[in-house]
Nanobody, 125 residues
């Protein structure tokens, strides 16, 4: 079982930046995929970015490519989401998630088995 807790959300003006953090507790991170999802008011939860904890190619949603960057600090067991050039449509609750490592599509929300409680990001225009 993987335990996840997000932090770093807040209010930012359009064009600004925020960095979200996610503390990851797992016995074997090397066999884990991690990702970020978000859910805007009145909308379904959607994929933002996913990666294997060790190696592998990052996979981004088209809506955030070139603006958001996923990274991790293995020694601290922390996952990050750097968000630049934020837009009002990025306003959402952001969740980090984990699943057993797989070669399958990392955007498939149903394949993730552990979720954090979420952190609110609000981008004002």
């Amino acid at each position: 079982q993987v335990h996840l807790v997000e932090s770093g959300g807040g209010l930012v003006q359009a064009g600004g930046s925020l960095r979200l953090s996610c503390a990851v507790s797992a016995s074997t991170l090397s066999s884990t995929d991690v990702g970020w999802f978000r859910q805007a008011p009145g909308k379904e939860r959607e994929f933002v970015v996913g990666m294997a904890w060790i190696g592998g190619r990052d996979q981004y949603a088209d809506s955030v490519k070139g603006r958001f960057t996923i990274s991790r600090d293995n020694s601290k067991r922390m996952l990050y989401l750097q968000m630049n050039s934020l837009k009002p449509e990025d306003t959402a609750v952001y969740y980090c998630a984990a699943r057993p490592r797989s070669v399958g599509d990392r955007s498939r929300m149903g394949t993730y088995t552990s979720w954090g409680p979420g952190t609110q990001v609000t981008v004002s225009s």
